[in-house]
């Protein structure tokens, strides 16, 4: 089949790489030059695990070009996906206007019949507002799909060709039939939907998610004051096929670029329903305030952060990305400068990003996880990289001024620390907690 792809982010990219990997021809289109010209160079724009390789596979078998022309991708393809941000405006709606434009430049080029998916979040009615917007420029016969994107960052590419389903929401049989053939060697779980609830699907997913993180949040820090231990907790629950294990894992919340966009573009579409989502905006709250739980532990280790220096290992909002929107490490970061400490910050893929979004005197970026320790009072761990997982904590502790490691990620065992002299605290484990006293090294 013949696709373009308008967006060549993280979902629009991998989406159009994968199709063209299936044997499909595809054109990806972006209106940022830089990106078109790094893909042009046979680079990725964004760091994914097994993407590069795929974008050179198909590109020198000539079924995958990039170009800033849109005009070039519509006109030669059948199925045109849209894969634009929806990034959140101040008051959490989603900001549809990269994907309005895109459906009047769409419009503007049809010289055939097209299938014009939208992978991007958008909210319920979208779909028949971009369907308003092409009719109200050309006469050519289309259909608007809504198919929504499942993706996680970090393991995008895997995800794409192993799907746990399809979701396709639309009242047309034909483009039913075209987009049940393009997805077929994908999965056999295709649902097909009218195109309001495919829409609401996507957001109801990444809103029970976050529901789950905020829960497990909440259970560790309950296990914090009562002496249990959230990992087991955790897995003595996951057991339970109703509840499953995924999305079990405490920590210091959610970030990136969905679940905090989406969770409040949920509740402000409950909202201008005349809805109030009370459970949601409780998931919203906890999660803002579990990135607080690390610096409030390391308070309590340490005491004022004046004067201080604290290796903060980890900015990507998880790992295998180099993504940073709404990364908890922004917050920590600012609030631990504020308090008077010097930030010593390590990432192994995300500093480039980070370092153009927050750039401070009182900052120190460095090159490795214990260059960042070296000389630093603590550590803060935001992001489970398995660089940090693999460490050798008694080579770290050795570098340090003083062995404090706050652990916002669970990531070590008991083992593990009790082979060290680090005063360790992580979240919803206070077992952990051993009353050592600090040693100046
Ligand atoms: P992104 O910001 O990484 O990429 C968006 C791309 O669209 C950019 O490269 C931008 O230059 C391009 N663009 C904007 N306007 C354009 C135009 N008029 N013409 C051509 N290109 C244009 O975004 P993303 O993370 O890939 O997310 C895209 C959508 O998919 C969002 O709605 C998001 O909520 C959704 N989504 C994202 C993920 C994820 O993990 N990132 C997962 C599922 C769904």
Same mark, same amino acid.
Request: net charge negative; charged share 20%.
């Given at each position: 089949m013949k696709l373009a792809v308008v967006g060549t982010g993280y979902v629009g990219l991998v989406s159009g790489v994968c199709f063209s990997d299936l044997g499909n021809e595809v054109i990806c289109v972006d209106k940022d030059p830089r990106k078109i010209d790094t893909l042009n160079r046979l680079e990725s724009p964004i760091y994914e695990p097994g993407l590069k390789e795929l974008i050179e596979k198909n590109y020198e078998e000539n079924r995958l070009k990039f170009t800033t022309d849109l005009s070039l991708g519509v006109k030669n393809s059948d199925i045109i996906i849209i894969a634009v941000g929806t990034p959140p405006l =101040?008051?959490?709606?989603?900001?549809?206007e990269f994907i309005e434009q895109v459906a009047r430049e769409i419009a503007e080029e049809m010289d055939s019949y097209k299938v014009v998916i939208t992978k991007s979040t958008v909210p319920v009615g979208t779909n028949e507002r971009i369907r308003d917007i092409i009719k109200g420029i050309t006469s050519i016969s289309f259909d608007v799909v809504s198919v929504p994107e499942f993706l996680r960052e970090g393991s995008a590419v895997k995800d794409t060709f192993n799907p746990d389903r399809i979701i396709i929401g639309t009242e047309s049989e034909k483009a039913k039939n075209i987009l049940v053939e393009l997805h077929k060697p994908l999965t056999e779980n295709i649902i097909v939907t009218d195109i309001r609830s495919a829409e609401m699907i996507k957001y109801a997913s990444n809103a029970f998610l976050a529901t789950k993180i905020s829960f497990i949040n909440e259970i560790a820090n309950i296990c914090d004051k009562v002496g249990a231990d959230v990992t087991k907790v955790a897995e003595g629950m996951g057991f339970d096929n109703r509840i499953?294990?995924? #999305?079990?894992n405490a920590g210091i919340g959610y970030g990136g670029s969905c679940f905090p966009k989406d969770t409040n573009a949920l509740v402000q579409i409950a909202g201008n329903a005349n809805y109030d989502f009370k459970l949601l905006k409780a998931v919203i709250e906890v999660n803002q305030n579990q990135r607080f739980n690390v610096l409030e532990k390391l308070k309590s280790s340490?005491? +004022? #952060? +004046?004067?201080k220096t604290v290796a903060i290992w980890g900015?990507? #909002?998880? =790992?295998?990305?180099d993504d940073v929107r709404d990364a908890p490490a922004f917050e920590v970061i600012d609030e631990l400068i504020k308090g008077g400490a010097t930030v010593k910050a390590f990432d192994p893929v995300a500093m480039e990003n980070f370092k153009a979004q927050m750039n401070h005197p009182s900052i120190v970026w460095c090159n490795s996880g214990i260059d960042a320790a070296a000389g630093s009072d603590a550590i803060c761990l935001l992001t489970e990289w398995n660089e940090f997982k693999e460490i050798d904590l008694n080579a770290v502790q050795g570098v340090m001024k003083t062995p404090v490691l706050i652990d916002g990620r669970n990531v070590y065992s008991k083992e593990q620390i009790n082979l060290t002299e680090f005063k360790y605290k992580s979240i919803g484990?206070?077992?952990?907690?051993?009353?050592k006293e600090i040693v100046t090294l």
């Open positions: =101040p008051n959490g709606e989603a900001n549809l499953g294990k995924a #999305f079990l340490m005491g +004022s #952060f +004046s004067g900015l990507a #909002f998880k =790992p295998n990305t484990r206070p077992e952990l907690v051993e009353e």
